[in-house]
């Protein structure tokens, strides 16, 4: 093996499912020492590569090699065997056993034993040679986020990885947290590793990457050098093929209070609710940003707000009603529009066709029933419209919801809740996991609803998003808002140190 023989180097990878084309004579190079960034729109073909990769899929055509050896792989612990690992967004631990106890789990003792001494002094080694310390018997369920992915590193270090794949790894990082995996990453790539990127993030791409792979529609469209001439706009037309123009944010006069939360106290038990008194007013015309590392709260601000969760106590208004005992469907009609998180889980039912999922919420009522009939009709008419207003890439109506790519989903769900013009927009988490194409389009859409004078809270763990949109951000921490910041007096580092809960810091 010589020392140009790269670490990684698939060829001529093809992959289809049905008559869909993942992946198309797909060529992949990864050399010692390297960070290679991955870039592509929802479905482009990033994730079945990787899949293909580490195990999950096998290819239709193709080879692999690693250290310029065939390496064929069936399943995960071939990828593994072979030196790949894989840090999935959602974290693979199990809460209620202790950092030592996930690092073995898989592992094959000596004479049917595992030997702990030796795997906490392997831990050690992992820690200091790649600063990623963590201690050994602390819980999983005690961990920051940040430490959770840390100790998914150490993982895949701990069986052995040369080739380390990280999927969205920074998507529910604080700014500090995402300082820290850098420094990890350099610190792999400095001990000879390789390390594939996968990031919807195209600043933290060119930050944190030696090369950069695009891919569009299945195929290979740039390979390319980073540089410090290379720009976010310059990437993201790479990746979509067409010329990028971010919405621009025009001054918004602030109007009455449309959404006001006062001493809202709801989730866990009464004793110990997991949002503890928090007030905050969303008024017309303006973005409300909340930021926070996940688990915080958010979800239950998300659901309280929407009817899903019952207070403990405060009191929770829109245009001046109060709402906190209404029930989801009359909560709609004050006019409180949501965009869950989990846009497969609760936004839509993915078994579903795309017409039903479409009209769920307002299924009981004009123009989509009467007396308990479906108007079919109507429905396929209101669906059809959306599909040609919103852009949705679809075969038609009557597809399979959960066959559309995450940016698509999204646009379903906007066009679902936009289409009855809500008072307030509640949006948590609305472009996770999407591409800079469909990000631009939602950005648009919420900068549009601002301009007409609607409320929009925007819940999100990506502060560059707040900081494009937000009039003001509101931090959350442990449940409490900890300030309330006009955008022009926020920073990313003060923002930061307020969602780790260092409010004396910020």
Not at 126 to 145: C, F, K, M, S
Not at 168 to 196: D, S, Y
Not at 487 to 498: K, P, S, W, Y
Request: hydrophobic share 45%.
């Amino acid at each position: 093996m010589t020392e140009s023989t790269p670490l990684l180097a698939m060829r001529g990878i093809c992959k289809s499912f049905g008559a869909v084309r993942a992946n198309h004579d797909v060529d992949l190079t990864l050399h010692r020492g390297n960070v290679l960034g991955l870039l592509g729109e929802n479905g482009a073909g990033k994730t079945t590569l990787m899949n293909v990769l580490f195990g999950a899929y096998s290819a239709d055509v193709g080879t692999i090699e690693i250290e310029g050896k065939p390496a064929t792989i069936h399943n995960s612990a071939d990828a593994i065997a072979f030196g790949v690992g894989m840090v999935h967004q959602h974290f693979h631990l199990v809460p209620r056993h202790s950092v030592i106890e996930n690092v073995m789990v898989g592992q094959k003792g000596r004479h049917g034993l595992l030997d702990r001494a030796a795997a906490t002094a392997r831990l050690a080694e992992i820690g200091r040679e790649y600063g990623l310390e963590l201690d050994p018997n602390i819980l999983v369920d005690d961990l920051t986020i940040g430490e959770q992915q840390r100790l998914e590193i150490i993982k895949a270090l701990f069986r052995g990885a040369r080739i380390l794949i990280l999927d969205e790894p920074t998507a529910v990082l604080t700014p500090q947290e995402t300082e820290g995996l850098f420094r990890a990453v350099r610190a792999l790539a400095e001990k000879n590793m390789g390390v594939i990127f996968i990031s919807h993030k195209l600043h933290e791409v060119r930050e944190i990457t030696n090369r950069v792979m695009i891919m569009r529609h299945g195929v290979v469209s740039a390979t390319l050098d980073n540089s410090p001439d290379l720009t976010n706009r310059q990437l993201g037309e790479l990746m979509c093929g067409h010329e990028l123009t971010p919405p621009l944010k025009p001054p918004s006069e602030r109007g009455r209070v449309l959404l006001r939360l006062e001493s809202i106290r709801a989730g866990g038990t009464e004793d110990r609710p997991v949002l503890k008194d928090i007030s905050l007013d969303v008024h017309a015309g303006e973005i409300v940003g909340v930021a926070g590392v996940s688990g915080n709260g958010q979800r239950e601000l998300a659901d309280v707000i929407s009817g899903v969760l019952r207070l403990h106590g405060g009191r929770i208004e829109v245009d001046g009603h109060p709402i906190d005992r209404l029930s989801v469907r009359e909560v709609t009609r004050r006019g409180i529009g949501r965009v869950p998180e989990d846009r497969m889980g609760i936004g839509l039912v993915t078994t579903l066709p795309l017409s039903d999922s479409m009209i769920l919420p307002r299924v009981g009522g004009a123009p989509f029933s009467r007396f308990g009939i479906l108007n079919r009709a109507a429905i396929r008419k209101f669906v059809a419209d959306q599909i040609e207003r919103f852009s949705i890439k679809t075969a038609g109506v009557d597809v399979r919801t959960g066959t559309l790519s995450g940016g698509n989903l999204q646009k379903v769900l906007l066009a679902r809740e936009l289409a009855w013009d809500p008072l307030v927009l509640l949006a948590a988490q609305p472009t996770r996991g999407i591409d800079v194409g469909a990000t631009e389009f939602v950005h648009r859409q919420f900068l549009d609803l601002r301009a007409r004078g609607h409320g929009l809270l925007v819940i999100s763990e990506d502060l560059e998003e707040l900081f494009t949109l937000s009039d003001r951000i509101a931090v959350i921490y442990e449940g409490q808002i900890m300030a309330v910041l006009p955008i022009a007096e926020a920073t990313v580092r003060g923002v930061g140190l307020l969602m780790a809960g260092d409010r004396e810091a910020a």
